[in-house]
C-alpha cells in the first residue's frame, strides 16, 4: 500500500470498513433492530411518542365502513386488507389470501375510524427472509401518516404517536386492544431475532396511531 | 509534480465522496435506522363498580378532580385509561365535593394491566374500595366468566349455570377465577346459603367474550340482592408474523427495500473504491 498517497490511506480504510459493516448488515438477520437490544427485564421499551389530539368521526363522512386498503407513504407501504379473526390457539390471525403483501384487520374490534383501537397485523419476511408488507414498520416515527380508505370510498388519516417493542407473553392487550378512550389504529408485526426452537421472532412491534381526520 | 499536487485534492474529494456514500447507504439500510428514543408509558384500565347500599347517587373524584358523576347503586362503568401509578380516589355524594368524601382511598395500578375497582360496604362496619386486577384474554372458542361476591352481611355464596355449581362458597369481597363456558344462554342463579336466599339472571355469554357477574345489595334489606352482568370483548394474543430466515425462500420481495440491494450497492461503492486506487497507482 505504500503506493497510495498517505493522505488518502485513512479514507480507503474508513470507506473499506463501511463497506463491510453494509455487507454484513445486507446478510444478516432481517428482523434485528439495535433499539430492540435495550428491552429489560420483560419491560417494554417505547421509542418515541408524541401527543395527539383526538378526533370524534366526522360528521359528514357517517360511521367508517370496513376498511379496504392501508397507505403508509413514508415506507412505502400499499396494501390491501383482508379480515381476520383468532386463531385455535387465541392468537390474532395474520392475513391468508395474500400473506406477505396484503395486511388483516381484526374483525372482532371497531373499524378504522371508529371509537376504540382498532388492529391492523402484517408481515415482517417471508420464508428465507425476503422482506414482506410490513418490513420497514419500524422506520415510522412519531407523527407519519398513516392512511385507511373504507368500502364507502372515504380515506381515513391517522398520525403514528408511539412505537413500542413487546416480547410477546407481555404485552400490554387492554391497550393495544381495548382502550376506548380515542380513535386509535394499531399496527402490528415481529421484530427481533429469529428464535427456531419456538418458531416465532423474539418480539413483536406495536405502531400506535391516532385518528386525525 | 505541478500536475501532481493538483490530482490530491481532487482524488480526495472523490474517495470523501465515496466514504458519505458509504454511510449514506448504512443509514438506508433496513434495520440500521436511528429511531428516536423518548420516555412514554402505557395507560392503565380501570372500571368502577357502585356496590355500597349505603352510599346514594355519589360523585367520583380522581386526584381531586370529578372524573364520574351521578354514580348510581349498581352501575358499572366501561374501562376508563388513566395514567399508572398511585391515585387518590374519593367518592362522594353527589353534589357534596370531595371534601365530604364517605371514601378516600389511594390506589396503584400498573401500565397496560386491567382493573376494577368496586366501592363497597355498609356504614356498619365501614366503607371501602376493593380492587380486582383482571384478565381479559380471550379463550379461543370459549366464553369467559367471573363471579364478584359484593353483598354484605350474607355468608359466603354459590353461583350456578343452568342448575349446575360453577363457582362454590366464594366468600365475600372475593372475586372467583376465570370459568370458561361453552357459548349459548344460561340462567345463573346466586345463592347465599345462610340466609336461604338466591337471585338469577338469564344471560347469553358469547364466543370470545368475558362476562363479570356481581352480585351486591343485601339479603334482608334495601337495596335488595340482585346480580349485576357486564360483558366486553376478549383481547387476543399477539400474532406471529415473522418467518423462519432459514426457510426455502419465497418468490422475490416486492414490499419494502429488497433485501439484496444494499449488497448491489456494496459490491458498486468496492468496485469505485478499487477503481480509485488502481487509477492512483496507475498515475503514481
Known amino acids: ?178 382502550d376506548t378512550s380515542g380513535h386509535y389504529l394499531n399496527l402490528i408485526t415481529c421484530a427481533g431475532d429469529w428464535i427456531a426452537s419456538e418458531h416465532q421472532t423474539q418480539l413483536r412491534l406495536v405502531v400506535y396511531t391516532t385518528l386525525i381526520a | 509534480m505541478r500536475n501532481s499536487s493538483h490530482r490530491h485534492p481532487s482524488m480526495g474529494s472523490l474517495l470523501g465522496l465515496l466514504a458519505v456514500l458509504c454511510c449514506g447507504a448504512l443509514a438506508w439500510a433496513p434495520g440500521l435506522g436511528f429511531a428516536q428514543k423518548a420516555a412514554a408509558s402505557p395507560s392503565a384500565f380501570v372500571r368502577i363498580m357502585h356496590a355500597s347500599p349505603d352510599i346514594g347517587v355519589a360523585d367520583v373524584f380522581l386526584d381531586g378532580r370529578r372524573a364520574l358523576s351521578n354514580f348510581q347503586f349498581g352501575t358499572v362503568t366501561d374501562y376508563l385509561a388513566i395514567p399508572p401509578g398511585p391515585h387518590k380516589v374519593q367518592v362522594a355524594l353527589i353534589g357534596k365535593g370531595p371534601d365530604a368524601a364517605v371514601i378516600t382511598q389511594t390506589l396503584s395500578v400498573e401500565p397496560g394491566f386491567a382493573y376494577t375497582v368496586a366501592a363497597i360496604g355498609v356504614q356498619a362496619t365501614g366503607l371501602s374500595l376493593v380492587v380486582f386486577k383482571e384478565d381479559n384474554s380471550l379463550a379461543a372458542g370459549k366464553a369467559k366468566l367471573r363471579f364478584y361476591h359484593l353483598s354484605p352481611e350474607s355468608g359466603p355464596a354459590t353461583l350456578t349455570a343452568n342448575g349446575t355449581p360453577l363457582i362454590k362458597n366464594l366468600q365475600y369481597l372475593r372475586a372467583s377465577d376465570y370459568t370458561l363456558l361453552a357459548p349459548g344462554r344460561y340462567t345463573f342463579d346466586v345463592d347465599l346459603e345462610q340466609q336461604h336466599i338466591s337471585q338469577q339472571t338469564t344471560l347469553e355469554v358469547s364466543v370470545n367474550q368475558i362476562t363479570s357477574i356481581f352480585s351486591i345489595g343485601l339479603p334482608l334489606g334495601t337495596p335488595k340482592l340482585e346480580l349485576v352482568a357486564r360483558q366486553v370483548a376478549g383481547t387476543p394474543s399477539l400474532p406471529d408474523t415473522g418467518s423462519d430466515p432459514g426457510a426455502s425462500a419465497s418468490p422475490p420481495a416486492q414490499a419494502g427495500v429488497p433485501v439484496a440491494l444494499p449488497l448491489v450497492l456494496t459490491l458498486l461503492l468496492l468496485l469505485i473504491g478499487g477503481s480509485t486506487t488502481l487509477l492512483l497507482r496507475s498515475r503514481r
Open chain 1, 1 to 178: 500500500m505504500g503506493w497510495i498517497m498517505p493522505g488518502l490511506k485513512p479514507l480507503l480504510w474508513a470507506c473499506s470498513l463501511l463497506a463491510i459493516l453494509l455487507l454484513l448488515n445486507s446478510c444478516g438477520s432481517p428482523g434485528a433492530a439495535p433499539v430492540e437490544r435495550q428491552v429489560r427485564d420483560g419491560q417494554p421499551l417505547l421509542v418515541g411518542e408524541a401527543g395527539l389530539p383526538d378526533h370524534s368521526p366526522r360528521s359528514l363522512a357517517g360511521p367508517p365502513g370496513l376498511p379496504t386498503h392501508l397507505r403508509i407513504p413514508i415506507i412505502g407501504v400499499d396494501a390491501t386488507i383482508e379480515t381476520v379473526g383468532v386463531t385455535a390457539s387465541g392468537e390474532l390471525e395474520v392475513p391468508a389470501r395474500r400473506p406477505w403483501d396484503d395486511v388483516g384487520w381484526y374483525r372482532l374490534g371497531p373499524r378504522p375510524g371508529e371509537r376504540g383501537s382498532a388492529v391492523i397485523d402484517g408481515h415482517l419476511d417471508r420464508p428465507g427472509g425476503a422482506p414482506a408488507v410490513f418490513w420497514r414498520l419500524r422506520e415510522l416515527q412519531p407523527g407519519a401518516l398513516v392512511q385507511v380508505l373504507d368500502s364507502q370510498g372515504h380515506w381515513w388519516s391517522f398520525r403514528v404517536r408511539a412505537l413500542a417493542y413487546y416480547p410477546p407473553r407481555q404485552a400490554p392487550l387492554q391497550q393495544i386492544f381495548a
